[in-house]
């Protein structure tokens, strides 16, 4: 099983990102799919799940309306667009995999992500 996040780097400012998640070693189309991020010095938060077919959608509220996270089944990845990013994105991005679409968007027990597969991580750094 594996997740295989991409697309983070340096970006100013008010810039735009999209970040890619690739999935192997599971039937990908099974499973919702969540975004992470944990900053420097802060606990991991989350920030955008969807469902199995990708009908359904949540974000933190402190993405809301400047994240979209969609989803590919015929390629087995789920994006993460981010537009008009602000310092406070910096963060590694990990997306996340269960088999249950848990709106709780949280990491930690009893949520179904906690017990889900987990990816390595891709760095985000919004600064000029």
């Known amino acids: 099983v594996q997740l295989q996040a991409s697309g983070g780097g340096l970006v100013q400012p008010g810039g735009s990102l999209r970040l890619s998640c690739v999935a192997s070693?599971?039937?990908?189309?099974?499973?919702?799919i969540a975004w992470f991020r944990q900053a420097p010095g802060k606990e991991r938060e989350g920030v955008a799940c969807?469902?199995?077919?990708?009908?359904?959608?949540k974000y933190a509220n402190s993405v809301d309306g400047r994240s979209t996270i969609s989803r590919d089944n015929a390629k087995n990845t789920v994006y993460l667009q981010m537009v008009d990013l602000k310092s406070e994105g910096t963060a590694v991005y990990y997306c996340?995999?269960?088999?249950?679409?848990?709106?709780?968007?949280?990491?930690?027990?009893?949520?179904?992500?906690?017990?889900?597969?987990w990816g390595q991580g891709t760095l985000v750094t919004v600064s000029s």
């Open positions: 969807i469902s199995r077919s990708g009908g359904v959608t």
């Open positions: 996340a995999a269960s088999p249950y679409f848990d709106l709780s968007l949280s990491d930690r027990e009893p949520s179904a992500w906690a017990s889900g597969y």
């Open positions: 070693g599971f039937n990908f189309e099974d499973y919702a």
